[in-house]
């Protein structure tokens, strides 16, 4: 009897020093979401799920890969700019934002106001920011601990092809850009000494991916601005690459599996925030308090039959820019459309407001055929895709540089596109600005801004009837 409980007690001694020696596993857990756009009728669900998660994982880092405001009037317009994106951010808890390009819409003093209103801080290692604007609450990099572990998170955000993010370049102010991996390295280097490196970016799904294939220390990149929705585990190598699509649809719980300080295993899952059933009390009370504006469901004009493309709603504003200004032909940049359905329901100043948020001033040009060729080029390449317009409609190829070729232009009374003649078109001061095209006329301003145009045009015509109008095709 005494051998038997010798013998029991040795194997639990046992059993005990080898559960003792084996090495302790961690869990990192880090929900992320992107180009949320203001969509603040969201944040009660989200907060809710969010709420839901910190419960079985108290820990959790939460993270906005930017844009989080452009894309509800209702932020936008706010007697001070974004600011309601910014106390639910802080009200949800989240511990990091990175900038996206839309940050920077209503200006570089603007932003500065939202960085001084966010309780968390923001990282971008490839911008800075002249002393006199005193930039608070901006890193390169933060050090986030968690289980005794030291986590890097640098912070990126994408240029253009004049080397500033897509917005508006009288934004930038004092704002200067250099390209997220001249940087990159730098900071690697710096963050050495941590367990986990992640990457908070707005770059694009495809730009992140290239850079896991250069940087495989990193251990995740969290990403934005692609509007992509990564449903499932993405690996470049080892890196885990994510994006949650945008305007708070979804969320992504990323898992990081951690034994003697190395991650051994890494998952992630798309979380679906509008199929939640629970709301958050308090960040509905403050959203229906933000709703609480009657001046935003003033009724501007009634739209007779569903519109369900950007296209579509293009060639509205368009018709709008032209018939206000009598010009022969006018044009919008599609990443200027910034919803694709409209119902048929009557059209509340809110819509207006929210399907042009940026409400840029509308310039004319004298350009000869030859080089309304060229500005249909350049915004192909500039803003990813083909020309809104009213006054002609035209047929287009792809090349396999992935360039506009063969176009074809059919003007409004039915004749081709004469290259040497001179027309009267007018534009949107960002294309203006950002599009590298041909032109000898520098362009004078009418003065008026394009939502001042579209209510002009709608109190004209009250009554739309836009259903299935395109005139772009490609062949």
Known sequence: MKKTIRLIMTALVASLFFAACQPKEQKIYVVSTNDMHANIDNFPQMAALIDSLRTAHPDLLLFGAGDNRSGNPINDRYAQPAKPMYELMNAVGFDLSCFGNHEWDAGVLALRDALGWAKFPFVCANVTF????QMPNVYPYRIFERNGLKIGVIGGIQLGSNNIPDFHPKNAGGSHFVPFEEVLPKCL????????IFLLTHLGYEEDREIAAKFPQIDAIFGGHSHTRVAEKQLVGNVL???AEAKVKYLTLSTFTIRKGKIVDKDMQLLSIKDFPKRNATVQAMVDKYNNNDYFYTVIGNNLKPINSCETL???MTDAFRHTTGADMAFQNPGGVRFDTLSARPILLKDLFALDPFDNEIIRFTLTGEEIISLMKSCFVTD???IYCSGYSYTYK???NGEMTDIEVTLENGKPLDLNAKYNVVMNSYMSSVFDFEHEDDGETTFRSSNDLMMEYLASHPDLDYENITRVAEK
């Open 384 to 386: 990813g895709g083909p």
């Open 189 to 196: 280097d710096e963050l050495k000494g941590c367990d986990i």
């Open 314 to 316: 293009g060639c509205l």
């Open 398 to 400: 792809v090349d396999d």
């Open 130 to 133: 002249d002393d006199t604007l």
């Open 241 to 243: 690459v994510t994006q």
